[in-house]
């Protein structure tokens, strides 16, 4: 039996028999863990990322190709099906920006993108992807002969809206419009800087994407299974679409729905190789663990499996010495200093203690979702001027969208586990700057019953990205 491939309005249809079929859909599923549970009793046993039916997103017919060829199953593909995974550019026309030179990743980066039509980028935090993002759109602009060709960059925070049209800008790309909360879509522009939460407003206007000719997605890995951002795809008719982010998810279901949208994977650098290149700051991890005595434990509720999390996050937030204790190092390290919170009572928390600490000493800031856009502008400015600035920061609001060459040191000070917001945090620090020599991110840790469990997770990470860590014990 040869497996077949149509297309299928915007998706891919597998044409086979049902035990081949189900062979496939069985390799791209995962456990569902809600099933069994008491509130999804008619839950699926398994998650998949194939219909019954056979339809899959487009994005994934490179890695369902491999599946076969590993199993030796013959396929065949419908040219339409073809045209959308590989969509021509023609006689590829690299455009290159005055007084830029690409390093080779980026040059590499925009080369597979024409070649191939579509698909990811993986490029780590301070590895410039923002030029490699302007030269793929001028790029297939001049190679179809198109210098109009409606391009749209969608982007996760006002911050990055406002930081990609500025570098845009710079890189001299003309006719950039911010569409964002406070910035009305300018009709005439032929490169738009969209956030991503305006676009999912009811109130917005979305008849212009019909007319988008290439789509970048940075921060691809926002684009999960069932998140609010994968309806936008559907409004958009090209095939031209290309995602970039510095890790993908590590649960395989939202990697291939990732996948899916916006292609395959084209290229991926890793942050030890640009280190070795020189293009990213050395730095180093150190994990301060800290020991409290008699840690309290709390009993599990099965009504309410989270409680116990719950509680034991409360305790360290709160915990006057562990405070005491990050307020202690952001105080005696030298230059300027991050520290990475999660929730805003720990980051009030942490901000009494470093004012009380620091005095006249450091200028100490806590930049949270209600703070302007200006303010917190003003604060990435001070500290690109000054070495002694201090800002503790919501990571959702300051894991992305800030860039800060200026800036030597940042504390974890979470305790937890979350993949991608410890690769971008990282990437924060290490961007070069004349005055940084070794960036410094210290993680901090607890001898808890989930404290223990999250460090062992993000010591498995620093392993696998071949990050160099050390441990000191409090």
């Known amino acids: 039996m040869i497996v077949n491939f149509k297309k299928n309005n915007k998706n891919g249809q597998i044409l086979s028999d049902i035990d081949t079929l189900n062979l496939i859909r069985e390799y791209f599923s995962v456990p569902n863990k809600a099933f069994g549970r008491r509130n999804n009793r008619f839950s699926q046993r398994r998650l998949y990322a194939i219909t019954q039916s056979g339809k899959f997103e487009i994005g994934m017919l490179k890695n369902i190709i491999q599946f076969l060829d590993l199993n030796q199953i013959k396929y065949s593909i419908d040219d339409d099906l073809l045209k959308s995974i590989n969509p021509v550019i023609g006689n590829i026309q690299i455009k290159t920006f005055k007084n830029l030179i690409y390093r080779e990743h980026q040059q590499k980066s925009i080369e597979l993108a024409l070649k191939n039509g579509r698909g990811l980028v993986i490029i780590p935090t301070a590895g410039g992807k923002t030029l490699i993002m302007a030269g793929i759109i001028e790029s297939i602009r001049k190679s179809l002969n198109q210098p109009d060709a409606l391009a749209m960059v969608l982007v996760p925070s006002i911050q990055l809206v406002e930081q990609t049209s500025k570098d845009f800008e710079e890189y001299g790309i003309e006719k950039v419009t911010k569409w964002s909360g406070n910035n009305k879509l300018d009709d005439s522009a032929t490169t738009i800087i969209a956030g991503n939460q305006f676009l999912l407003s009811d109130k917005t206007d979305l008849s212009i994407l019909s007319n988008v000719k290439i789509l970048l997605v940075d921060e691809a890995h926002v684009v999960r299974k069932n998140n609010e951002i994968n309806k936008i795809f559907n409004l958009i ?54 020991n409290h005595k008699n840690p309290p434990r709390f009993t599990p509720n099965p009504l309410n499996p989270t409680e116990a999390y719950s509680n034991e996050i409360d305790y360290l937030m709160n915990n006057q010495r562990r405070n005491e204790i990050i307020a202690k190092i952001a105080h005696k390290i030298k230059n300027n200093t991050i520290i990475m919170v999660d929730r805003i009572d720990h980051g009030i928390n942490l901000e009494n203690e470093l004012k009380k600490m620091c005095g006249d000493e450091k200028l100490i800031y806590f930049i949270r979702g209600s703070t302007e856009m200006e303010e917190r502008e003003q604060i990435r400015k001070l500290m690109e001027q000054k070495s002694n600035v201090v800002a503790v920061a919501v990571s959702k609001i300051f894991s992305t969208g800030i860039n800060i060459p200026n800036l030597h040191n940042i504390i974890f000070a979470s305790a937890g586990k979350a993949k991608i917001k410890i690769m971008q945090s990282i990437g924060r620090a290490l961007r070069l700057h004349p005055t940084k020599q070794m960036a410094a991110i210290i993680d901090i840790a607890d001898n808890t019953k989930y404290g223990i469990t999250h460090l062992k997770e993000r010591t498995e990470l620093y392993k696998k990205e071949n990050y160099n860590y050390e441990k000191k014990e409090i």
Do not use: M
């Open 237 to 290: 008719n090209t095939d031209y679409i290309f995602g970039f982010t510095g890790t993908l998810p590590s649960t395989p279901l939202d990697e291939w729905n990732i996948i899916g949208k916006i292609g395959p994977i084209l290229y991926e650098e890793k942050t030890k190789d640009l280190k070795i290149k020189k293009y990213v700051s050395n730095f180093k991890i150190i994990v301060l663990n800290i």
